[in-house]
């Protein structure tokens, strides 16, 4: 397939994108005008997340499947009309648009999985109306899919970093507020995998959750975070209130956020084998060292 792929330069982008290279898709990677400096392992086109028609004009004939990887504007009328804009062409054809959203959107839980409403947190408050904007379209003739990823690790780079840095910062392994906090997880290769098997064969209006591991203590990530640092003793819990003083408030939230988040359905129902190193292997002696 040749697949138009919306956020390849990022940290989930260049992986996802590098995984279906190798499968022996085409990627063709969307670029915001004035940008393209030549670099680029894949074929490039122009457009802007603002700029609706530029984003219909990306979307010619010859593209089989979008996959909108891009970080949210931060403006629910923005974010709708850049979904609209590119799924347009889509209509009617059956190829498939494949959004990312993010496990944030259920909120503090201590179980859910993909049929689990949403009640999200602020950072995603207005995520879920794209989700349901998205699976809409299994009744305009798009094969859409909304995949929700956990707390994404590996290749030393996602949150865990940030625990990295915040340990290094600190002297210490630091947590943010609940030392009880639960986080679901995902390496960052297995969802790349996940990835192109929803473009490859997820129906129409599906919803799929990259986790691997449904609750990783966040006590012991930042004490794996600590030894990547290269830093040891007490976990130190950094209070709510000066998290959000240096990391915004909205961000420090989401940070001491507790979720149990299962994501059985790729596994069950496409046939994805998560093989990942588990997140505080990788912290510990992978990639984050």
């Excluded at 009309?81 to 839980?109: E, H, I």
């Amino acid at each position: 397939m040749r697949v138009l792929l919306i956020g390849a330069s990022g940290y989930v982008g260049s992986a996802v994108a590098e995984h279906l290279s190798s499968l022996g898709h085409t990627i063709v990677a969307l670029e915001r005008p004035g940008t393209d400096d030549g670099a680029s392992a894949y074929e490039t086109r122009t457009g802007d997340l603002a700029d609706p028609a530029s984003l219909t004009a990306a979307v010619g004939p010859d593209i089989d499947a979008v996959i909108n990887l891009a970080t949210p504007s931060g403006d629910a009328a923005v974010d709708a009309a850049a979904v609209a804009a590119v799924t347009d062409p889509l209509r009617g054809t059956g190829k498939s648009f494949v959004y990312t959203s993010g496990v944030w959107v259920l909120g503090a839980t201590g179980g859910a999985d993909e049929t689990t409403p949403t009640n999200p947190i602020p950072i995603v408050g207005y995520r879920p109306h794209i989700e349901r904007q998205v699976l809409a379209l299994a009744d305009a003739g798009v094969r859409a899919a909304v995949i929700r990823p956990g707390i994404v690790y590996g290749r030393g780079g996602g949150i865990p970093a940030l625990l990295v840095d915040l340990a290094r910062k600190h002297e210490a392994p630091v947590i943010v507020a609940d030392s009880s906090a639960v986080w679901p997880m995902v390496h960052i290769d297995d969802l790349a995998d996940l990835f192109a098997k929803v473009v490859d064969a997820a129906p129409a209006g599906s919803v799929w959750h990259g986790i691997t591991q449904p609750a990783v203590p966040v006590a012991d990530l930042a004490m794996a975070a600590g030894r990547a640092a290269g830093v040891s003793g007490d976990t130190k819990v950094w209070p709510l209130d000066q998290a959000r003083a240096e990391l915004g408030a909205s961000f420090a939230d989401a940070l001491a956020l507790s979720q149990t988040v299962t994501g059985h359905a790729g596994i069950d129902q496409l046939n994805w084998e998560p093989k990942g190193p588990n997140a505080i292997a990788d912290l510990t002696t992978g990639s984050y060292r």
